[in-house]
């Protein structure tokens, strides 16, 4: 792996061979406009060729100047379209509408409510125009995705971010309460603007830690909660806002110096320029001395009732506040003079001669705890030195801490994410560019969340030395440091797979909060001092390891951890070398190799136990019941599970959501496969209550949750919502994998398989087609996938009869699924089914009997005598020994398979009906109409139980009771029945099986016939021409039913 | 503004600022009130807010016809762009907006990867050079002369300043046109290619690469002009003179030695596969032929 000859120089030095720099003999400009427009004369034009072909600044000069744009008419987009106004119940996304909060300079902010989370939000609906608005909606993203991550009391938290029609929306905390402009109108207390500003100070200095810079803060932007509290709000989108709208301003720009009072009126472009720091009017960037200055000036106002610099214009106002005139208080304040230092300091036009930063400028203004009183107390006693040397002390401090935050530069640096961008695009995927956006946006949250807390944690350790949380928070931050380092240097090599799980690599990126909320608990064991080097080492080239995992790149992975286990083997740490064979195991597992992966992820228990490491025990407990769900062991299951259980609740649930997010996650998986469908629903109902209160509602866990309860729902009978949970998840997963990934694949299966299960057969070919065409676009083909998709389209071909078709898909499936999972796996138990069923739909009843047989041998042998999951080869068997005259055996396999269904869902579960139905089929074929009835009537309880009257169960069942009836010689009661089942299936827009129509269409024209005293004989013979149609078009598997009706019609023909 | 076309006079505020010796030349125009009016046309449709009087636009028009080509700029001139420049040059806030609006807007796009904070520094000295004059010298935008789209002549512009801005070696990494990159994308990226075996992969880069560096400068260079930078055969034409099927065939040719440079580059090394050689050989051509394809629409 590490030899591996990189594809372009690393070191960023380019080859330039024998190209010239500029030199003044670089033509002008003019020239090359004119060059580019073919303009040049024929001797003038060649001589430019010439110096171009040599020269390689006129040739990147040359493409920055190409281009096709043409401008007339270009400026139509310089009216500005009024925002449209929402009206209460207006849905914005999947917001509610409840009315208007406000209007801002940007855009109309109104109440709503979020009906996926139960809460209200503030929607701030901002302008953009179409052509901007994607770039615009694509930083603020990233703005409010480094947002989201900075939960500070006194900041208003941003939740999401999104488009609707032209405008981009931001949905935001509602804070109930007025703007801080609003509180200013009329005079407070000193004391109590202090405690506003001081909370607010705090929020703007969090963001500053987090490396985000307000640009407009104001009072107008700041709003004070019914219970006193302050908070920011817009942070960054003012900025981002005006960047868009124009050039920054300029006070010598005698556009912005004419227009001036028209915009401060209208607030479109400027807000109020009172607050800007004189530096941003001379078009320099923003940064938190700037914030620090707007900051001033608020307070200023708020003390003294008047902003500190006036002016009629700009260029007044930039002027005043550059020579620091400061106008005179309005009212006369009793401020102490601390305070008005601190103030003026902040006012200075030289952003050199402001506080550093903001914490210091709030530091400065706090009232002195008493603690510091108590020092001035001392300094007295100990004189002038004791005091210097204390404020020595605390800026060699903060001195010391910035370093420790440049350890930040190792892992993210500008240069390293520029070149994992261009790792990115040059692979050339066509979801690169986007996979991009969103790895950098989390990235860089992640990279300033680390900041924050690790600058928190440092001060605080440098406070008081004995603070041992504050040691290993950042110990533990450190180490996640070094993970998200290896991390991002796996990426620098970036091809088109790890494109394409980007977002499952960032997603492994957590735990940051965890390293400072777990300070009671002693966090992973630490090495002692001697071994720390080779450990750090070792770790770093792990978190290679694991990311090349998670990219599915398991040889690789694989590679870099058995040498590191090989280089291990002299050093006596247990904990690292339980991480290193989880790694190894887990990676063995996810190759398809279940027998190596166990036997090393019991290594990694042992040696987890033995170095008292929590988070590998669970982690490996975690991975094992996994890998003993696919060798299909089930007696050590539920050993596994209490082993599980155990170790997530000894590391506490809260601490680490990624592990308990998983176990629910097995467990539901697990409990799923053994057929406890009960418990796998209580599990993933959990799971995705825990992921969307932890991860957010758009996290790729939640869309795996939402998954695994579409499958459940599933059998449960419950297609609409089965549809509807696939779709949402499918729906997460483009979000956040991108439209073009072919991690998609898996989702479309589901949705496809669900469109199936709603008779929509047409969506759910589309649909697979759709999961077929990326998974062969994809770099890699993955064979169990692929044949999932094979599986499921064979399934779909034969129950629209075409068999031909099926067969050979079949046949492909098999030797996938045996290979990549094991001859006895269900998966493969699955493919035989189906086989089963193809010979069964062309009435080779004997191959369907010798298939079903061989699949329920297979499916003991790995999962044991009674699992359920015989359930579907018992049931074929049945049909086909029913259809043989066998009706003693067939009845044998009903009652078998309806007994596991009732042991492992429990008496009266919905999906028992498709067992009840056939049972009831056997009866009245053995002449026992009355015990058929009882069948018919208990399915159709069941279909009311689960709201499926309406469904093809539904029909069945009561086809099923009308035929009982009938065979009972109660033609009168089975009509009704038969009426409203025939009725209900030819519903327009209900493309159902035909041959469940055409069978319920012939026992309706009997039981017409049969009517007394009179039968209604036109229209009997009209159902069994309704009958025949349908079952003609089922084909084969249409045929032994056609030849009843068929018989039927030309013997009433005869009367 | 309807109104005053009729008795708008164009012709003479244009004609009254060309030396007295250059008037003949408009003479020679054919249809020029009528061409003139056209062009003022085009440019207020295309900037409805920039009030820009039609006599200061002709005198500033008239200032950028060259001796002797008169006729033929009037023909070739980017009328809307060159009306826009004299607006700003006069400092109308609405032009000026326009001007960041429309121009400015998209130049970071052309200087393609460059950091945000470079691209804010690269606009502002633009603003100011552009925008700002001093003393008696007009704004430098008065001197954009409107042969070529305004956005090219700022784009060329910006690229100049980006590398002032920059220090030497920042230089050499912003122009650069590493073999590597080129090679990257001559490389196939079809399914076929991920097939290949990942030594088989880097030997075909390997080769590319060296290939890249060792074809003679002038193949190199139209080779990147094309590929690298993406100019169409179109633009390539008018830079290179003559017809575009000439051109077309010096890409071809260019692409035919690159392609031999890479068999000699393989052919030793896959010495005893031939059927290998050939189909790398193949993979890489068909990737030109693609890319070719998709520069010729």
């Not at chain 1, 269409?1001 to 009179?1014: G, I, N, Q």
Request: proline share 6%.
């Amino acid at each position: 792996m590490r030899d591996r000859v990189p594809t372009s120089t690393p070191s960023g030095e380019p080859e330039r061979g024998t190209e010239s720099l500029p030199t003044p003999s670089c033509p002008q400009e003019v020239t090359l406009t004119d060059f580019l427009a073919g303009l040049l004369s024929e001797e003038h034009r060649a001589s430019v060729l010439a110096h171009v072909e040599s020269c390689a600044d006129c040739r990147w000069a040359l493409a920055a100047g190409n281009g096709t744009e043409v401008l007339a008419g270009a400026s139509t987009s310089l009216e500005q379209t009024p925002a449209q106004s929402l009206r209460p119940g207006d849905r914005v996304s999947r917001y509610v509408v409840t009315g208007p909060l406000g209007a801002g300079a940007m855009g109309v902010v109104y109440a709503a409510d979020d009906p996926e989370l139960g809460r209200r939000v503030a929607l701030k609906m901002l302008r953009s125009e179409g052509r901007q608005q994607e770039e615009l909606r694509q930083r603020l993203l990233r703005e409010a995705q480094a947002l989201a991550r900075l939960a500070h009391p006194n900041v208003v938290t941003l939740y999401d971010v999104g488009t609707h029609g032209e405008a981009v929306f931001l949905a935001m905390e509602l804070v109930e309460g007025i703007t801080l402009a609003e509180w200013m109108r009329e005079p407070r207390p000193w004391r109590e603007v202090l405690r506003v500003f001081l909370e607010a100070g705090k929020g703007l200095a969090a963001a500053h830690a987090a490396g985000l810079v307000h640009r407009d803060f104001k009072p107008a932007n700041t709003l004070l909660g019914r219970h006193g509290r302050v908070f920011v709000t817009d942070f960054g989108i003012a900025g981002q806002l005006s960047q868009e709208d124009g050039a920054p301003l300029r006070e010598d720009d005698p556009a912005h110096v004419a227009s001036l009072k028209s915009l401060t009126r209208t607030g479109q472009l400027l807000g109020t320029p009172a607050y800007l720091a004189p530096e941003l009017m001379q078009g320099q960037r923003a940064d938190a001395r700037s914030d620090e200055f707007s900051f001033c000036v608020a307070l200023h106002e708020a003390l003294f009732g008047s902003r500190p610099f006036q002016g009629e214009t700009l260029k007044e106002l930039g002027q005043a506040a550059r020579q620091g005139r400061l106008s005179p208080p309005k009212r006369e304040v009793n401020v102490p003079t601390r305070i008005r230092r601190a103030v003026l300091r902040g006012l200075s036009a030289r952003p050199e001669d402001r506080f550093p930063t903001l914490q210091a400028l709030l530091a400065a203004l706090a009232p002195p705890p008493r603690r510091r009183m108590l020092t001035w107390g001392v300094a007295t006693a100990t004189g002038l030195l004791g005091i210097l040397a204390t404020y020595g002390v605390t800026q060699r401090r903060e001195a010391r801490c910035e370093q420790e935050v440049e350890k930040l530069a190792a892992a993210w640096s500008p240069e390293r994410r520029e070149r994992v961008r261009a790792a990115f695009i040059a692979t050339g995927m066509p979801y690169a560019n986007a996979a991009w956006e969103r790895l950098s946006g989390a990235v860089d949250a992640y990279a300033a969340q680390w900041r924050t807390l690790r600058t928190e944690s440092c001060l605080a350790a440098g406070r008081d030395a004995s603070d041992i949380t504050a040691w290993q928070t950042a110990a533990c931050l450190d180490t996640r440091l070094w993970q998200l380092a290896a991390t991002t240097e796996v990426l620098e090599k970036a091809d088109a797979l790890m494109v394409e799980n980007a977002p499952q690599l960032t997603a492994s990126l957590e735990g940051l909060t965890g390293c400072r909320d777990t300070p009671g608990l002693t966090s992973r064991p630490q090495p002692p001092d001697a071994l720390r080097p080779r450990v750090d080492t070792a770790r770093h080239t792990l978190a290679q390891a694991r990311a090349h995992s998670l990219a599915r790149r398991y040889p690789e992975s694989l590679a870099v951890t058995s040498a590191l286990l090989e280089d291990l083997k002299g050093l006596d740490y247990k904990p690292l070398a339980a991480e290193v064979l989880l790694t190894h195991g887990m990676s063995h597992g996810e190759n398809d190799k279940p027998k190596e992966a166990e036997e090393f992820l019991y290594q990694a228990l042992w040696a987890a136990e033995a170095g008292r490491d929590d988070e590998t025990v669970a982690r490996a407990w975690l991975e094992l019941i996994w890998v003993g769900e696919s060798l299909s062991r089930p007696a050590d299951a539920e050993k596994l599970v209490r082993h599980a259980q155990a170790s997530v609740e000894r590391l506490g649930p809260e601490r680490f959501p990624d592990i308990t997010t998983k176990l629910h996650l097995r467990l539901s998986s697990l409990r799923f496969q053994q057929g406890n469908i009960a418990e796998a629903e209580q599990e993933a109902l959990q799971g995705l209550e825990f992921s969307r209160r932890r991860g957010g509602p758009d996290s790729l866990r939640t869309a795996e949750f939402l998954h695994q309860l579409g499958k459940i729902r599933m059998v449960q009978r419950r297609g609409k919502e089965t549809l509807e949970l696939h779709l949402q998840a499918l729906d997460i997963r483009k979000r956040l994998l991108g439209p073009d990934n072919p991690g998609l694949v898996a989702s479309y299966d589901r949705v496809a398989s669900a469109y199936k299960g709603l008779g929509r057969n047409a969506e759910a070919i589309d649909t697979w087609r759709t999961a077929m065409a990326l998974q062969e676009a994809a770099p890699v083909t993955e064979n169990a996938v692929f044949a999932t998709l094979l599986l499921n389209l064979a399934g779909l071909s034969r129950v629209e009869g075409r068999l031909a078709e099926a067969r050979p898909l079949l046949e492909r499936a098999r030797p996938l699924f045996e290979a990549a999972r094991g001859p006895d796996h269900f998966n493969v138990v699955q493919v035989l089914t189906e086989q089963a069923m193809v010979y069964g739909d062309e009435g080779q009843h004997d191959k369907t009997i010798a298939l079903t047989t061989e699949a329920l041998e297979r499916i003991r042998r790995s999962m044991g005598p009674d699992t359920p999951r015989a359930t579907l080869p018992l049931k074929i068997r049945a049909y086909a020994h029913m259809y043989s005259g066998n009706h003693r055996e067939a009845r044998r396999d009903l009652l078998e398979a309806l007994k596991r269904m009732e042991a492992s869902q429990g008496p009266g579960a919905a999906s028992t009906i498709s067992v009840l139905l056939p049972l009831a089929e056997v009866a009245l074929k053995t002449q026992a109409p009355q015990e058929a009835l009882e069948y018919c009537e208990q399915a159709w309880k069941l279909t009311e139980k689960v709201q499926s009257q309406e469904s093809a169960d539904g029909a069945n069942a009561l086809t099923c009771a009308g035929e009982a009836h009938l065979a009972l010689g109660a033609a009168a009661k089975a009509i009704p029945l038969l009426e409203r089942a025939w009725s209900s299936l030819t519903q327009p827009g209900r493309p159902g099986d035909p041959l469940v129509a055409g069978n319920t269409a012939f026992v309706l024209a009997r039981a017409l016939m049969e009517k007394r005293p009179s039968p209604d004989r036109a229209r009997a013979l009209m159902m069994a021409e309704e009958a025949r149609t349908r079952l003609e078009s089922g084909g084969v598997r249409g045929r032994p039913g056609l030849l009843l009706v068929q018989a039927w019609q030309r013997r009433e023909a005869k009367r | 503004m309807s109104a005053d076309r009729k008795t708008d006079d164009l012709v003479t505020p244009l004609r009254e600022q060309l030396p007295r010796e250059r008037r003949a030349e408009l003479e020679a125009v054919d249809g020029l009130d009528a061409l003139l009016h056209k062009i003022v046309e085009v440019a207020r449709t295309g900037w409805p807010t920039v009030s820009l009087p039609a006599e200061d636009f002709m005198r500033h028009l008239a200032r950028h016809l060259p001796p002797g080509k008169a006729s033929e700029v009037l023909r070739i001139l980017h009328g809307a762009d060159l009306y826009l420049a004299c607006a700003c040059a006069s400092a109308d806030p609405s032009a000026l907006r326009a001007f960041e609006q429309n121009i400015l807007r998209h130049i970071p796009h052309r200087l393609g990867r460059l950091s945000p904070s470079l691209v804010d520094e690269v606009l502002q000295v633009l603003r100011e050079r552009l925008l700002v004059g001093s003393g008696n010298t007009p704004p430098r935008i008065a001197t954009y002369g409107g042969r070529g789209p305004l956005l090219t002549w700022v784009g060329i512009i910006a690229a100049r300043v980006a590398g002032e801005l920059v220090g030497q070696d920042e230089r050499h990494q912003l122009v650069a046109e590493p073999p590597e990159e080129l090679a990257q994308l001559l490389a196939p990226s079809d399914p076929e290619y991920a097939l290949l075996r990942e030594d088989a992969r880097q030997l075909l880069v390997e080769s590319l690469r060296k290939a890249v560096t060792v074809l003679p400068e002038q193949e190199r260079a139209l080779l990147r002009l094309h590929h690298f930078h993406g100019f169409t055969m179109d633009r390539l034409t008018l830079m290179y003179g003559g017809s575009r099927s000439g051109v077309a065939r010096r890409v071809a040719d260019a692409r035919r030695l690159l392609l031999e440079h890479v068999r000699m580059e393989l052919a030793p090394r896959l010495k005893q596969d031939q059927l290998a050689l050939e189909s790398l050989l193949g993979l890489v051509s068909s990737r030109l032929d693609i890319s070719l394809h998709g520069m010729l629409e």
